[in-house]
């Protein structure tokens, strides 16, 4: 099933509730995060970009946004917090950002690595820049069969090589992404090659379509999607369309205010609807979202030593 917003209105509503933060250059940036833990920047081939489909950028409205100053960035950030334990798999929390964002604006904006350590899950945080400031939700090589995978698969190099694990087996996997972070989501789970080891999707308003590709995942592996949405992000029309669809198929899901939400809630359902009185902008960190539905997960905690 499908149910996509006319392309239009999903561009003006992104466009209206997505601005890009001034932020300090990557050193300083990774300078602040040092105290909780290793902020590792690596350029890869396998990140999204770039991308044969954006050589010549992307035309939105009026404006082109240039390969150049945004298609060709191939960063990934990748975190590691202290008390990482290293074991014979590893864990991963993957974000992608939205339009009009950067990895660094992320970082600062929605507070992802002080959330990311509030959680205490014992697991690495991995950021790949998407298209870079720019209005557009293409995910690259990530949409790409096996992209996943061999991005992954870079990744997992990359903390080999700097001797942060040893091991190069990929353990439980969780997908995040706020608005346009969707797009790259719905086609790691239909191909990317990875299915077996993702276990969570957090859509943090960003359920604007590819409604078919979550669900399929949802049938066919047993994960849990948790999707935000807010009144007017331009989210709350697909979000209710599928509640519909749920009950029309008698599947259950639960749905409430995210202030309501208990660790019950969390623990007993697949598929959890909140609903929220927070702007587009403020669904990942005003309430510490992002810490809440890891601390929820099935990835492990970090063992604390306290003699320290």
Sequence with gaps: MCY?????????????????PVVANAQSIDTAFSTYGRLIRAALSTAPFPHPKRADGHKYRDSLYSAADHYRDSSVAIFVPKGFRRSLTTDFVVYFHGWFNN??????????????MDSKKNAILVIPEGPRNAPNSYGGKLEDENGFKKFMTDVVKVLV???????????????????????????????????AHIKELYLFDAWYGQTEKFTYWLDHFKG???????????????????????DGWHIPYAATEDT??????????????????????????????????????VLTNRVIDRRK
């Design 4 to 20: 996509f917003r006319p392309r239009d209105i999903l561009c003006c509503l992104l466009a209206a509730f997505i601005a890009a």
């Design 224 to 246: 849990r999607i948790v999707n935000i949405y807010t009144e007017q992000g331009g989210t709350k029309w697909e979000t209710e369309a599928v509640m519909e669809d749920l």
């Design 161 to 195: 090589k700097t001797k942060i694990v040893r091991s190069k087996q990929v353990g439980r996997i969780i997908l995040a992404g706020h608005s346009g972070g969707y797009n790259v989501m719905s086609y790691i789970v239909l191909r990317g090659g990875m299915n």
């Design 103 to 116: 990895i660094d604006s992320v970082l600062r904006q929605y507070r992802l690595i002080e959330q990311f």
């Design 260 to 297: 309501l939400v208990t660790q019950r809630l969390f623990h007993r359902n697949r598929l959890l609807f909140l609903h929220t009185d927070l702007t587009h902008n403020n669904v990942v960190s005003v309430r510490n979202a992002f810490r809440d539905y890891l601390s929820s997960s």
